[in-house]
Nanobody
Framework: QVRLMESGGGLVQAGGSLRLSCAAV????????MGWYRQAPGKQRDLVAS???????NYMESVKGRFTISRDNAENTVYLQMNSLKPEDTAVYYC?????????WGQGTQVTVSS
C-alpha cells in the first residue's frame, strides 16, 4: 500500500502561483508514473500533468507553459508548480501513483483562484 500526502493548496488571486507537493510513503516516486489530476465540482477528474519513470512529462493543453511537474527522488516527493493561475484552475487536485496493477490516490488538496 502506498500513501500519498498532498499539500500546498490554498486560495490565491488570479495571476498568482502555488506549488503542490505529493509525498509518498511505502513506494518510491522514481519507479511509477506519477500524476496530478484535478476535479472541479460537477466535472470529471482530468489529468493535469504526469511524469514517467524516464522523466517524460505530459500536460493538459490548458496548463502548458504555466504548470511544471517535477520529482525529487531524494525527498520521494513530486511537485506541481503552478504559475499564472486562472479562476478556471479552481479544483481539488489529486496526486496519483500508477505502476502496473497498482493505482493509488492522495486525499486531494483544494486550489481556489479568485478573479
Amino acid at each position: 500500500q502506498v500513501r500519498l500526502m498532498e499539500s500546498g493548496g490554498g486560495l490565491v488571486q488570479a495571476g498568482g502561483s502555488l506549488r503542490l507537493s505529493c509525498a509518498a510513503v511505502g513506494g518510491r516516486v522514481s519507479v511509477p508514473t506519477m500524476g496530478w489530476y484535478r476535479q472541479a465540482p460537477g466535472k470529471q477528474r482530468d489529468l493535469v500533468a504526469s511524469i514517467t519513470r524516464d522523466s517524460s512529462t505530459n500536460y493538459m493543453e490548458s496548463v502548458k507553459g504555466r504548470f511544471t511537474i517535477s520529482r525529487d527522488n531524494a525527498e520521494n516527493t513530486v511537485y506541481l508548480q503552478m504559475n499564472s493561475l486562472k479562476p478556471e484552475d479552481t479544483a481539488v487536485y489529486y496526486c496519483n501513483y500508477r505502476f502496473g496493477q497498482y493505482n493509488f490516490w492522495g486525499q486531494g488538496t483544494q486550489v481556489t483562484v479568485s478573479s
